[in-house]
């Protein structure tokens, strides 16, 4: 049996729950070493030249690979299947475990203040947050903050439209969701603050990403 094959199998167990935490943790350090022996530089490049081929590579690259098979794979999944897994919030990003906090409940809304407080939220501003997923964010800060104008970006027809739902069931009218590939979005005016909570990950060309930021803050 191929090491894939295995660890697709050892996958499906631990989805079960049949695996303890100690195995599963000895099972990703497993994972991420067969990963980084596949990552050996060719023949006569150092890591070094390895690494300066990498960000050249980067700075020639779209600013979004692949958006279309990202949609396929996640993004337009039925958000009632992430009902079954996210917590209220329907938060598609980390959550903070403070001491304390128990629940995921509690785990969304710490990581949400945590976010706003980090980006020195408050009312009165206009928001523009990247890679909004399941509008959990954009709609925490349309709520939280009814002065502010919020616009949510996302790759997903499907996520902008329960976000657009969500917002006529709390009553949000300072909410704006839009559909755009990264590639070539381009906002309406300026913003105050622009938030992005692990959309980065998905990008290549962040040369270009961050200049276009930029141009986009008031």
């Known amino acids: 049996m191929t090491f894939e094959r295995m660890a697709d199998a050892a996958i499906g167990m631990v989805e079960q729950g049949w695996v303890p935490d100690t195995v599963v943790r000895a099972g990703i350090r497993r994972l991420c070493e067969h990963r980084l022996r596949g990552l050996v530089p060719p023949a006569g490049e150092s890591h070094e030249e390895q690494r300066e081929r990498f960000i050249r590579d ?9 958006p279309d098979r990202a949609n396929e794979q996640h993004y337009e999944v039925p958000a009632k299947l992430f009902r079954l897994m996210l917590g209220p919030q329907m938060k598609y990003s980390c959550c903070w475990w403070d001491a304390g906090v128990r629940t995921l409940a ?45 616009v949510g970006v996302s790759n997903s027809a499907s996520q902008r439209l329960f976000i657009a739902r969500e917002a006529a069931r709390l009553g949000l009218s300072n909410l704006q969701v839009v559909t755009a590939d990264m590639n070539a979005f381009v906002p309406v005016g300026r913003f105050d603050r622009i938030v992005s909570v692990e959309m980065f990950e998905h990008m290549r060309n962040y040369h270009v990403l961050l200049g276009r930021i930029a141009g986009w803050l008031a």
């Open 106 to 150: 509690d785990a969304e809304g710490a990581a949400l203040d945590r976010t706003a407080v980090r980006a020195g939220i408050q009312n009165g501003l206009r928001i523009l947050e990247l890679g909004c997923g399941w509008g959990s964010l954009s709609l925490w800060m349309a709520s939280r903050f009814p002065s502010s104008q919020i």
């Open 58 to 66: 980067l700075q020639i690259a779209d600013v979004a690979p692949l």
